[in-house]
């Protein structure tokens, strides 16, 4: 068999490749990016036409696989946990009208928030739209687990989410290859109302989704990825996905009797855990993101047989590491070394030469004689113009927002209201915004940062390059007031000057500061060679 | 056999390419294999690790516990102490001694050196004047890794043998220089006096 040292995204991706899908439908976001980097760049999925170029956003990519998998074909849909948040509409809906072809939703959830605003839990909106959810807890089930969701996403008729987080997209293990399927002949969607969501349609789909939750719950019983590891006593663990690594890495290492439960499937499969939490005293409840489990199993009246993230036997926020399960389970830790005073802190930072450095210098100057100085920004690399010595920003919420958010500033009156967006994430969720500006005649400056290229995940293709300007047409931006710079140093008289102008301007103003992301052009440089 | 591994640098550093080669050798050795690596922000400059474990049975964690790393290796001296918590009572640090200094605090370079010899067992490497003279500053790494190489648990041919592999693409001058760098990093790591 083909063994392969694997991130856990890759192991996806493998295993999607392996279970004949016929596209991926992605935007790029930590830690879900390399799952469709590796099928983009996978031979195997060229020569079998898997189609994977980058979507606008998570909600077209997630309406595309929907398409897809109309047509009858096997479709893959991966974001990071905030992306489902852009893809709901879409996501719910599709729960409503069921599947044709397979479809599996990935989504990478970020616990510690590494590189997110926030650490939500996908699990919640497995149970939201009803759908069955698979949480591998290594490489090799995440591999399995591709393979296992489209089967059941083809007998069930439903899209099925899998649920990873940080660390295991993050992380490399040792793979073994299984068989691979071929991808689905094109057969269309024949029943003729499905997909159809007018309410007499709608409610008749909702029924026969909760019609197929018992169904569910007993799929979930018999995973493949379900494990007991027995032990004696009183006391227990129920462990969900990537959580029982550490459990069992405790329990191996300190050689610890204690059955264990792992439950890698939603909905949450009754009977096999009213089994094994029956004969115990003390449950503790290992799971990786929000108390999801914890909560319902304590239920309402705090029931206290079940210990966990509630009541701080494991930390209430933030990833699980083996060091948690090991306080949990009472072993004393040894003394260990501390971090010495000396050592400094070393966020990240803009890299050397790169565009938005020149931008922020410029907007930090032109910005500096107005009373009013609040700049609303967004999501990318730009977003560490936060940082000294820039301190340029006051604002980073979610894709999209700096432009809404300066606009409604200025309905309230603030001036200048200035907004920095990158490239990508205009396109992904800008342009409404624009146009709602637009309309409404609002004096506010949008700087688009345009650096070519998705850069903060690592420099994939941009959905807008070379069609900004066409686009701010396009939406009615007055082209007197759509004004092109280059953030370099010798522009920046010049850019401080076309800034400052545009912020006395009453109406709205786009400034397209273009400039190749030096990562980018660095890595062109040596392709080239 | 079981060994618990800290990669530490600063993000753009290429720890992994480390991480990869070690990886291929004890992958061809039958062994086990996880390897935690960051992505995402603090690739731009920031402080990085991964966490390399390597063992003949299961391994569960893809996270070493603290107090359990058998090796600290770093190609940043001041990152090699940020993860001290992780070293094992009888564990190693092997750093390089040139700093990447892209923050406006970077604290005295004698007190971090002098701090990491106070840290354990440590081998303090010139990594850049070996990999100048092995013929390319970019073999730095390699220094390290052959510096590292007698606590790994691996026979060093194998590793080499890993070398030639990752590299076989960049043809065979790539590939000798960043021997010759493994090398010098080996002899350096066997003739100096560890500071226990």
């Known amino acids: 068999m083909n063994k392969q040292l694997l991130l856990g995204a890759e192991a996806i991706a493998l295993g999607a490749i392996d279970a004949g899908i016929s596209g991926v439908y992605a935007y790029p976001g930590t830690p879900s990016t390399e799952i469709t980097e590796f099928i983009q760049n996978s031979v195997v999925a060229k020569k079998s036409a898997i189609r994977s170029t980058w979507s606008a956003n998570e909600k077209t990519a997630y309406e595309a696989a929907l398409g897809m998998s109309y ?47 926030n650490e939500q839990d996908s699990r919640v909106y497995g149970k939201f ?117 550490y459990v069992m890495e405790v329990i191996s290492e300190h050689k610890l009797d204690i059955p264990v439960l792992k439950i890698s499937q939603y909905p949450l499969p009754e009977p096999i855990i009213r089994e094994f939490t029956e004969k115990l005293d003390q449950v503790l409840i290992a799971e990786e993101g929000y108390p999801v489990y914890e909560e319902l199993l304590r239920g309402f009246f705090n029931n206290k047989k079940f210990t966990g993230r509630l009541d701080g036997t494991l930390p209430r926020t933030g990833e699980l590491t083996p060091d948690h399960l090991a306080k949990a389970l009472g072993i004393k830790m040894a003394e ?28 930090n100057a032109a910005i500096s004689g107005f009373e009013e100085k609040h700049v609303f920004s967004d999501i990318g690399c730009y977003t560490l113009g936060a940082l000294p010595p820039f301190n340029s920003i006051n604002t980073c919420v979610d894709m999209g927002a700096s432009v809404t958010m300066a606009k409604g500033a200025a309905d309230a009156g603030l001036r200048p209201a200035v907004a920095v967006i990158g490239d990508s994430t205009f396109t992904h969720s800008g342009i409404t915004g ?5 309309n409404d005649k609002s004096p506010v400056t949008i700087i688009i940062s345009d650096n070519g290229t998705t850069a903060m995940t690592g420099g994939q293709d941009s959905s807008g390059t070379n069609k900004l300007l066409d686009i701010c047409k396009g939406v009615g931006v007055d082209e007197k007031h759509i004004k092109t710079i280059v953030p370099l140093k010798k522009n920046m008289e010049e850019n401080i000057a076309i800034l400052k102008e545009e912020f006395e301007y009453e109406g709205v103003s786009v400034i397209l500061a273009c400039r190749e992301c030096v990562q980018v052009a660095v890595r062109k440089k040596k392709a080239d060679r | ?84 918590p992780y070293l094992s009572s009888g564990g190693t640090i092997v750093t390089a001694i040139q700093p990447f200094d892209n923050i406006a605090n970077y604290p005295n370079l004698d007190n971090i050196l002098n701090t990491i010899k106070n840290s354990g067992r440590s081998i303090l490497i010139d990594a850049v004047a070996l990999a100048g003279e092995a013929g390319n500053l970019k073999s730095s790494n390699m220094v390290l890794l052959g510096a590292a ?20 693409r960049k043809g065979q001058e790539t ?12 002899k350096a790591s066997e003739n100096k006096p560890v500071n226990i």
């Open chain 1, 71 to 117: 047509a009858g074909k096997r479709s893959l849909v991966c974001m990071k946990h905030v992306g489902l948040n852009v893809a709901a509409d879409a996501y719910i809906n599709s729960a409503i009208t069921g599947v044709n072809g397979g479809l599996v939703v990935v989504v990478a959830d970020d616990p510690s928030m590494h590189s997110s605003q």
């Open chain 1, 129 to 245: 739209a009803f759908i069955p959810v698979i949480e591998p807890s290594n490489q090799q089930e995440a591999y399995d687990a591709v393979h296992y969701a489209f089967e059941l996403s083809e007998k069930t008729k439903l899209p099925v989410m899998l649920r990873i987080t940080t660390r295991l997209s993050h992380s490399r293990a040792i793979v073994s290859q299984g068989i691979s399927r071929p991808q689905n002949e094109l057969a269309p969607e024949t029943d003729t109302k499905k997909f159809i969501l007018l309410p007499a349609n709608a409610r008749a789909g909702y029924l026969r989704l909760l019609d197929k939750q018992t169904k569910l719950a007993s799929y979930s019983e018999k995973s493949v990825f379900n494990r007991i590891v027995d032990g004696e006593g009183n006391f227990g663990i129920l462990a969900f996905g990537i959580a029982f690594n």
């Open chain 1, 336 to 363: 260990t070394k501390t971090i010495p005073a000396i050592v400094a802190n070393r966020p990240p930072e803009l890299c050397k030469g790169c565009s938005h450095r020149d931008l922020y210098e410029a907007l």
């Open chain 1, 434 to 438: 624009l146009l709602d500006a637009v």
């Open chain 2, 1 to 84: 056999m079981n060994k618990n591994i800290i990669l530490a640098g600063v993000g753009g550093q290429g720890i992994l390419t480390i991480a990869a080669i070690i990886d291929l050798a004890a992958m061809g050795e039958g062994l086990k294999v996880k390897q935690a690596e960051v992505h995402g922000m603090s690739q731009r400059g920031g402080a990085v690790q991964s966490h390399l474990r390597i063992s003949d049975s299961e391994i569960f964690s893809d996270l070493i516990p603290l107090g359990k790393a058998d090796l600290i290796l770093s190609v940043e001296p001041m990152e090699s102490l940020r993860y001290l």
């Open chain 2, 149 to 168: 190489s007698p606590y790994l648990g691996i026979e060093k041919e194998k590793i080499e043998k890993s070398i030639e592999q990752l590299f076989s």
């Open chain 2, 175 to 186: 590939i000798d220089i960043n021997l010759r760098a493994f090398k010098l990093g080996l």
